[in-house]
């Protein structure tokens, strides 16, 4: 069973920072690594949206709204993705997921989705 993570979420104030990561993991034990990955948000009423993606090569691609904040990256092992944000706003406040395409060494790439940690920025 291939399942991915996330944590880092909490309460931070406008302007503020936050680190989420995203940790996946393979029950069989199999040696494994994410070819490609993204951070989707989803706030109260609203559609999930993608904030930050990054292919297996490594290019990165961001949704409009961030502007430079963010920063999506990962690990040399490629087994956990981060999403670094900056300059926090409250409309920045909402579950984030995370997407990613688990390759083991026993399988093809699976694509799973994370349980989601809540971001909330104060104001």
């Known amino acids: 069973q291939v399942q991915v993570v996330e944590s880092g979420g909490g309460l931070v104030q406008a302007g503020g920072s936050l680190k989420l990561s995203c940790e996946a993991s393979?029950?069989?034990?199999?040696?494994?690594?994410?070819?490609?990955a993204a951070w989707f948000r989803q706030a109260p009423g609203k559609q999930r949206e993608l904030v930050a993606r990054i292919g297996n090569g490594g290019l990165t691609n961001y949704g409009d709204f961030v502007k430079g904040r963010f920063t999506i990256s990962r690990n040399s092992a490629k087994t956990t993705v981060y999403l670094q944000m900056t300059s926090l706003k409250s409309e920045d406040s909402a579950v984030y997921y995370c997407?990613?395409?688990?390759?083991?060494?026993?399988?093809?790439?699976?694509?799973?989705w994370g349980q989601g940690t809540q971001v909330t920025v104060s104001s």
């Open positions: 997407n990613a395409d688990v390759q083991t060494a026993i399988h093809n790439p699976v694509n799973v």
């Open positions: 393979v029950a069989s034990g199999s040696i494994f690594r994410i070819n490609g």
